[in-house]
């Protein structure tokens, strides 16, 4: 059974600083990897997908990896603004069903 | 820029009373999702639809809770008699057919059961 871990649950970090969000999963297996921004109280916003057979997608400041033989993605966010401050969750294509991570709390300090 | 719509965006209700949430996905998306949010969590699958049919409906209570979507264009979640653990958030998403490519979610709708 496909179970997908977010560590930490919650990031502090000051403006400017570069940071890496982790999201691992158990079956390596999947079609892709999605991740996504949530502000308090709103929906969920689509930032990267990443397809089993790619290595990496960027978007502006952000780039996602993807290993699928080890499990892990990561979301890397570069010169960070109090306006990243947000959830982020990441959610694998397994199986064609959608196994979510809790998340990461991220804030950044003006 | 298309984008997936719900409403109402916050709906509060007593114990007990009818209460119904509408999305209406992007257009061309087959492939259409109901989550339940609690905060702090990641989203819990309620119902899957591929065009009107229910892929998955295997979490989704269904003593108190139903969802359509009739003519495989916008959905309709109901839950009746609303109970107070039933208070979270409400996310529609959808995405093309064949279900592994980009999801869009819509705002949501908060549901507070008093």
């Known amino acids: 059974k496909q179970e997908v871990t977010q560590i930490p649950a919650a990031l502090s970090v000051p403006e400017g600083e570069n940071l890496v969000l982790n999201c691992s999963f158990t079956?390596?297996?999947?079609?892709?990897l999605q991740w996504f921004r949530q502000d308090p109280g709103k929906g969920l916003t689509s930032l990267l997908l990443?397809?089993?057979s790619q290595r990496e997608q960027t978007s502006g400041r952000l780039n996602a990896s993807l290993d699928k033989s080890s499990g892990r993605s990561t979301l890397y966010i570069a010169a960070s603004q109090p306006g990243d401050s947000a959830t982020y969750l990441c959610a694998v294509d397994s199986n064609y069903q959608l196994i979510w991570g809790a998340g990461t709390k991220l804030i950044i300090k003006p | 820029e298309a984008e997936v719509a719900q409403s109402p965006r916050y709906k509060i209700t007593e114990k007990s009373q009818a209460v119904a949430f509408w999305c209406d996905p992007i257009s061309g998306h087959a492939t259409l999702y109901w989550y339940r949010q609690i905060l702090g969590q990641g989203p819990e699958l309620l119902v899957q639809?591929?065009?009107?049919?229910?892929?998955?409906d295997s979490q989704l209570p269904k003593d108190r809770f139903s969802a359509e979507r009739l003519k495989g264009v916008d959905s309709t979640l109901k839950i009746q008699p609303a109970e107070l653990g039933d208070s979270a958030m409400y996310l529609c998403a959808s995405r093309l057919a064949g279900g592994t490519g980009e999801l869009f979610f819509g705002e949501g709708s908060r549901l507070t059961v008093l």
């Open positions: 079956d390596s297996a999947i079609y892709n």
């Open positions: 639809f591929q065009d009107e049919s229910v892929v998955d």
């Open positions: 990443i397809q089993s």
